[in-house]
């Protein structure tokens, strides 16, 4: 039986995948792959067929346990590490030693245009390793409104950001679940490609803050705020300054960019359209109405 370690478990990304590949993927074992392995039991008890393996990023010595009779990896980057050759090279270098043949990554849109982020770095060293991989790069997560924005959401009726008129490309990471599972089961048609996976909508803030005016009960405003105002209000909130550095970039930097490209590889790789974010904000309602 084919084995798929999965980095990243517990995370919003990691556990729909996990999801998606018990949903597509019968014949293989999904390991995942944790800190906290009582903790994450927690996380998934209704799932029997899970199987947990010790992993910590910042612990070089659980790395062999962890890779010991993997096929593939499914590997992310935490937002918190961005040490790529403290924290990656070897675990790169662990991969390449325990002969692992199959490595998807979560990569970023427009990876390949910034040589200071994570992503490029991590793409890169999987390339020298000469490990068969597929760098998904996906747009900007529309769950960013359900986790990071939701408590201003919820609490101040708001979204404040330094992203101004920029406009983002929404991905559903459900989408993005259903895509690595279709991944694993086609990994030879895909193999060393990096491949941007989007949403169909380009949006600005203001344009979704519509949206969630329109199709839920609450009433929503979008504050623009300069990146310096920005950091001085999630400090005061005890947000982490290396979150609110990803988060500045994350959205400021977009401002002086060109609109994201779209891509249709969702669809053309499962056959059915993305989700909008219409869709997205319906479903989610009552998160963000806080009910
Ligand atoms: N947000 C976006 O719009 C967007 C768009 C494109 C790509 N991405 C990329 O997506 C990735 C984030 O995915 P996500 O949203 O699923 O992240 P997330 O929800 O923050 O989850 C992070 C996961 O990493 C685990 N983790 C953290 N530190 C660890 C460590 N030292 N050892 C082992 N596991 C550790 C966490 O486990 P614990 O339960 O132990 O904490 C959790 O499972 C980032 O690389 C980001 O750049 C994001």
């Keep these: 039986m084919k084995r798929i370690l ?27 792959g ?11 008890a209704e799932n029997k067929k899970l199987e947990f393996v010790r992993f910590d990023f910042e612990n070089p010595e659980t790395f062999k346990q962890a890779l010991e009779h993997i096929d593939l990896v499914f590997l992310l980057r935490p937002p918190h590490i961005s040490d790529v050759d403290r924290y990656f090279k070897p675990l790169i270098e662990a991969i390449r030693q325990a002969g692992i043949q199959k490595v998807i990554f979560l990569s ?21 390793a000469e490990i068969p991989f597929i760098s ?4 900007y997560f529309m769950q960013n409104l359900t986790t990071t924005l939701l408590k201003d959401i919820q609490e101040k009726r708001k979204i404040i950001l330094p992203a101004g008129n920029a406009k983002f490309n929404w991905i559903d990471i459900e989408n993005i679940g259903e895509a690595v ?10 193999c060393n490609r990096a491949i941007e ?8 803030f203001s344009e979704v803050v519509d949206l969630i005016n329109k199709n839920t009960a609450i009433k929503v405003v979008f504050i623009n705020s300069n990146p310096f105002r ?38 053309k790789l499962t056959g059915k359209k993305p989700i909008g974010l219409i869709e997205f904000i319906k479903r989610e309602k009552t998160k963000f109405e806080n009910k």
């Design 34 to 44: 944790v800190r906290n392995i009582p903790e994450a039991k927690r996380k998934f």
């Design 108 to 128: 970023v849109q427009g990876a390949e245009k910034s040589k200071v982020i994570p992503h490029n770095k991590i793409e890169k060293l999987i390339i020298q």
């Design 6 to 32: 999965i980095t990243g478990a517990t995370g919003n990304v990691g556990m729909v995948i996990i999801r998606c590949l018990f949903m597509n993927c019968v014949e293989e074992q999904i390991v995942a």
């Design 181 to 190: 599972a279709f991944l694993v089961c086609k990994f030879q048609e895909y």
């Design 197 to 204: 996976m989007t949403g169909y909508e380009n949006k600005n």
């Design 136 to 139: 998904l790069r996906p747009s």
């Design 230 to 267: 920005f950091y001085r209000i999630k400090k005061q909130e005890g947000m982490q300054k290396e979150m609110i550095m990803v988060m500045i970039l994350l959205h400021f930097l977009p401002r002086f960019q060109k609109e994201p490209r779209i891509s249709d590889f969702y669809e």
